[in-house]
């Protein structure tokens, strides 16, 4: 249908149904029958249909015409955040502007030399009601509303002494904040804003002639736009009307998420405003453009970037790698790091000692190494391959024995929530400036509900603010019942490390590090088995033919690290062996199966967590070949029986924390 089309059927449906009523009220009367309707019927239908496919009649434009340049002769100043107004008001003062304002604004604007008429005089009525009423006026929004040009608007003004109004300044009271000090229900409401806002989509709809400032922001763009012919251009004002329309949006959001959590039956509609803080590069690929880092309900971020440039998945991982290592140093107490690629951990530890031996297979025997620094070393070596290139994540304050170890590494960046100065400097410098440093804010408080978008649709839920701690371990199902400190924090770790790893996920722990994670597969026991196959690698590390391979010299770090790797896999091709023999100054002795399996036979004492129940006894049975002793899960399966039976022929301990962690 065209525009004319349209609106006949709209005319014309409005038109049958006056037509009905009329002669339902006529037959009621006994003047026109009722029978004289049915062969309307058909044809209202279709209009009914027609107007029902365009979203329902709406509203004409008002006639006027557009000018691109408006003079700003009069300005309505009305704020409660007084930043900036000073050097706008000398501004407006120099201009000649004649300002409306209210109260304390206009006092101020007063003692700048300002032209200034208080609202109450031009309006004839004074504030009322403790100034909930100043500026609800005909007088005001009269100014604000009337369509420039328009004869008949042009004619009521005049005829009710309404002044043109050509700019409107006017921020907010400060709703957030009086929520986040923790104000009672009164304090709350007495801070939402009414006149603000009014005034603020008055101006931003009549944008063809009004320039409305929302924010002290705007000001200095504001001045220069108005240069020496004292005009705001059309496009001016349209980009001012949008962002007042974004203002108003998302405070209004703020207090219907507010006020939906104060009251006993919370509305279907939500709405979250996001506030676009930087742009970033591009997306998860680079042609997902354009992208940002956005604050959520006008909060400030949970990070601060010191240095870098962080992207898309950066920004993923630091986020998720610090909730991870936040939850883990409060659960244990202890120093905790985390190194994540592609939002999952590859490692993840806390902050014990390395043993002599620990030291050499990590290649850190000549470091000093502190706590934060033991955890770190410990959660890059879980699967040194997989962590490189990683991001980094510390509980607690990164001291220099921690920063350099990561100047050794190769990194993206790193998170935490404190740095000691020299520990900053070596990691500002890395990467030529641009390895990426995040100031992590441990007092952030998240919102409980979490939501997001996908595939045109949205989703809402709690977040996943369960805590992991000893107290999941109580219920020991096995016959075997003992659970000894350090297999209780290793439990603990996995736990935790896993809530934070994309699901199905699996974790073993040993000696306070991850040292197999399982990652995204849909099957559980591919999860045992693939994380598995990284505990085998880690362990293996440790054997005598690895620890000796006769690398020559210059091979660098990360070279070694994939080199024993695949030595240890062994299942090279050919060519891929040519190469790989570069590294080392003699042919080394091969590392046989039965190498393999001997040593493994000596892993022992390891732990293992699931994110959700064991379906079968199969990932049991895998996992006692790579020493598993201690199990945590959530229970709740069928087969919980049959799973616990093997937990016994083994002689594991298995504690059911009945908490599933999925995470997506």
């Not at 919370?266 to 690929?285: H, S, W």
């Not at 992991?468 to 924090?489: G, H, R, Y």
């Not at 891929?576 to 080394?588: C, H, I, M, Q």
Request: charged residues 25%; hydrophobic residues 40%.
């Amino acid at each position: 249908m065209c525009g004319h089309e349209k609106f006949m059927a709209a005319l014309d449906l409005l038109s049958f149904r006056f037509v009905s009523a009329f002669c339902a009220l006529g037959s009621k009367r006994g003047s026109l029958s009722r029978a004289a309707t049915p062969r309307l019927q058909p044809a209202a239908s279709k209009l009914e249909r027609q107007v029902a496919a365009m979203g329902g009649p709406t509203l004409t434009s008002v006639s006027a015409p557009v000018v691109d340049k408006v003079e700003v002769k009069t300005a309505l100043v009305s704020v409660f955040d007084k930043a900036g107004i000073e050097d706008l008001g000398k501004f407006l003062a120099a201009k000649g502007v004649h300002i409306l304002s209210t109260g304390g604004t206009a006092a101020k604007l007063r003692e700048l030399g300002c032209t200034v008429q208080d609202v109450a005089d031009y309006t004839g009525s004074p504030e009322i009601l403790d100034g909930r009423v100043k500026t609800l006026h005909p007088k005001v929004h009269g100014g604000l509303l009337a369509a420039r040009g328009n004869a008949g608007h042009e004619a009521e003004m005049e005829k009710h002494g309404i002044r043109k109004i050509d700019l409107v300044v006017v921020n907010l009271y400060p709703f957030r904040e009086a929520v986040a000090k923790g104000g009672d229900f009164a304090t709350c409401i007495e801070n939402i804003d009414i006149g603000g806002p009014a005034m603020i989509r008055a101006s931003a709809k009549n944008n063809a002639a009004v320039t409305i400032l929302t924010s002290p922001s705007q000001y200095s763009k504001f001045m220069q736009e108005l240069g020496d012919d004292g005009c705001t251009s059309f496009a001016f004002r349209k980009n001012m009307a949008a962002a007042a329309y974004a203002l108003t949006s998302a405070y209004d959001s703020a207090v219907s998420t507010w006020m939906a959590g104060e009251v006993t039956e919370p509305p279907p509609k939500k709405t979250v405003a996001f506030e676009m803080e930087m742009p970033l590069k591009y997306g998860c690929n680079p042609h997902q453009l354009p992208a940002g880092l956005c604050s959520v309900a006008g909060r400030k971020l949970p990070f601060e970037v010191i240095s870098g440039t962080p992207g898309y998945i950066n920004l993923l991982d630091a986020i998720n790698a610090w909730q991870l290592v936040h939850e883990l140093g409060q659960a244990t107490g202890l120093p905790a790091a985390a190194s994540f690629k592609h939002v999952s951990p590859a490692g993840a530890a806390i902050g014990l000692p390395l043993s002599d031996e620990e030291r050499i297979v990590y290649e850190v025997k000549d470091k000093e190494l502190t706590p934060t620094a033991c955890a770190y070393v410990r959660a890059r070596n879980a699967d040194p391959m997989c962590s490189f290139g990683d991001f980094v994540a510390i509980s607690g304050e990164v001291d220099l024995a921690t920063a350099m170890i990561l100047k050794i590494e190769v990194s993206d960046g790193i998170i935490a929530p404190s740095f000691v100065p020299e520990a900053l400097e070596v990691l500002k410098a890395k990467k030529g400036g641009k390895f990426i440093v995040l100031k992590a804010d441990p007092a952030f408080k998240y919102d409980d509900l979490e939501y997001r978008m996908v595939g045109g649709v949205g989703f809402m839920q709690k977040r996943n603010d369960a805590l992991v701690d000893a107290s999941k371990l109580a219920e020991v199902v096995t016959a075997k019942k003992s659970l000894p400190d350090n297999a209780q924090k290793d439990l603990i770790l996995a736990s935790i490390a896993i809530k934070y790893t994309q699901s199905n996920s699996v974790g073993y722990s040993k000696d306070g590090m991850m040292v197999g994670v399982g990652a995204g597969q849909q099957s559980r026991v591919d999860c045992v088995k693939l994380a598995g196959r990284k505990v085998a690698t880690w362990w293996l590390r440790f054997h005598p033919k690895v620890k000796g391979l006769p690398f020559r010299e210059g091979v660098k770090r990360q070279d070694r690290v994939n080199a024993r790797v695949r030595y240890i896999e062994g299942d090279m091709e050919e060519a891929e062996k040519t190469e790989w023999l570069k590294n080392f100054d003699s042919p080394p002795e091969p590392l046989t199966a039965e190498d393999k399996a001997t040593f493994l036979k000596g892993l022992d004492g390891v732990s293992i967590s699931s994110d959700a129940f064991f379906p079968f006894r199969d990932s049991i049975d895998h996992a006692t070949r790579l020493g598993v002793k201690y199990v945590a899960q959530p229970g709740g399966s069928v087969a919980d029986a049959e799973v616990i039976d093997a937990c016994n022929t083994y002689g594991m301990a298995m504690a059911f924390t009945k908490l599933r962690l999925f995470h997506h």
